[in-house]
């Protein structure tokens, strides 16, 4: 305490400490309050996202419903009696089969769907109704699976490089394997159109699509349909070349 004996004028002092003051007091009970407040609000805010996430995946999927594999003959009955064991997804050799969340919401939970921005239907390919133990895809025959339409293609011409730009594309009509996509030259440029009752779904001209996005999108259909069998037109009689007559190359 040397400063006390120094100060000339006995402005300094030594006395007891006072009392804290208001401002840096701090109330157990105010505390406890705050942080409760804090947790309460933080519960809440996430309590909220989670239920706004489930509201908005389960229109989501209602708007734009899965598109079900063939042999599961209807959305509803695919739902109903799939046990989501995955053993469908193990099977396929596209790998097309994907598990989902919430988009048979809110009847199926990790229930597969055709998933057409990973993969595509094999069209030689109905492994998963045989290997499927519920019934869920049943067991048909590939004849069959060939002309079930289990979705549409739409195509979307305000996004096509061909209709926007004018220029060739041709990717979905080349992996088309049942020849539901035609094309309309018009001043060189081939504008692809797609003939629907030929069309069976198997999403391999929305992944072919070069688009982003794509432009061109399988649609589900809820009760599976019956596509017609594609045929090849008959060559011309005029066009066809005359018995023993070489090609002209």
């Known amino acids: 305490f040397n400063c006390l ?5 006995a402005t300094i002092s030594y ?10 007091s701090w109330s157990p009970a105010r505390r406890g309050f705050i942080i409760g407040g804090v947790t ?3 519960a809440g805010f996430f309590a909220f996202n989670t239920n706004l996430r489930a509201f908005l995946s389960l229109h989501a999927a209602q708007a734009n419903p899965p598109v079900t594999p063939p042999g599961s003959l209807s959305a509803t009955r695919f739902t109903k009696t799939c046990t989501a064991c995955s053993l469908c997804i193990s099977v396929c050799p596209t790998q097309v089969l994907t598990p989902t969340f919430a988009a048979f919401a809110p009847s199926g939970l990790l229930q597969p769907k055709m998933n057409y921005e990973k993969s595509s239907c094999d069209y030689e390919c109905n ?10 895809i049943l067991p048909i025959g590939l004849d069959e699976k060939k002309l079930t339409q289990i979705g549409e293609a739409e195509l979307l011409k ?3 490089v061909v209709f926007v730009d004018h220029q060739n ?3 979905c009509g080349e992996v088309c394997p049942t020849h539901a996509i035609r094309f309309t030259d018009r001043e060189n440029i081939l504008y692809p159109e797609i003939d629907k009752q030929y069309c069976i779904g198997c999403g391999a001209c929305q992944l072919a699509c070069p688009t982003t996005p794509r432009s061109i999108v399988v649609h589900a259909n809820p009760v599976h349909k019956k596509a ?3 045929v090849h037109p008959e060559t011309p009689v005029d066009q066809k070349i005359p ?3 070489d090609f002209p190359f």
Do not use: L, M
């Open 127 to 136: 492994a998963c109704g045989r290997i499927c133990p519920t019934g869920a």
């Open 15 to 24: 006395q007891r400490r006072r009392g804290q003051t208001g401002v840096n």
């Open 243 to 245: 018995a023993g007559q």
């Open 158 to 160: 305000d996004v096509c």
């Open 228 to 230: 017609e069998k594609y």
């Open 40 to 42: 309460a609000a933080t």
């Open 5 to 9: 004996d120094a100060c000339s004028q």
């Open 169 to 171: 594309c041709g990717a």
